[in-house]
Nanobody, 115 residues
């Protein structure tokens, strides 16, 4: 069984920064892709950023230039550095990890940006 445990969410003022972490525990495979998604109230879950095991990254247009995703394969951990946050970034952020046809999700961490 694989568990993804997120940390680092919280309340921050507009223009501030937060760093999210997601650590995988249990019988952890070498994930092909790890990433972050978010879901704001009343909206669908959307992709924020992904990173492959080789380090290739992909970002939503809304976060390009502000967010940076990285991973430590030895620690089975993925990070999301979020800078220049705006109230529109307020959401529950979910960690995701994929291995072949298996898809894992974390429990989510709340990020709230005040204006």
């Amino acid at each position: 069984q694989v568990q993804l445990v997120e940390s680092g969410g919280g309340l921050v003022q507009a223009g501030g920064s937060l760093r999210l972490s997601c650590a995988a525990a249990g019988r952890v495979p070498s994930f092909n892709v790890m990433g972050w998604y978010r879901q704001a109230p009343g909206k669908q879950r959307e992709l924020v950023a992904t990173i492959t095991s080789g380090g290739s990254t992909n970002y939503a247009d809304s976060v390009k230039g502000r967010f940076t995703i990285s991973r430590d394969n030895a620690k089975n951990t993925v990070y999301l550095q979020m800078n220049s946050l705006t109230p529109e970034d307020t959401a529950v952020y979910y960690c995701n990890a994929k291995y072949i046809y298996l898809n894992y999700w974390g429990q989510g961490t709340q990020v709230t940006v005040s204006s």
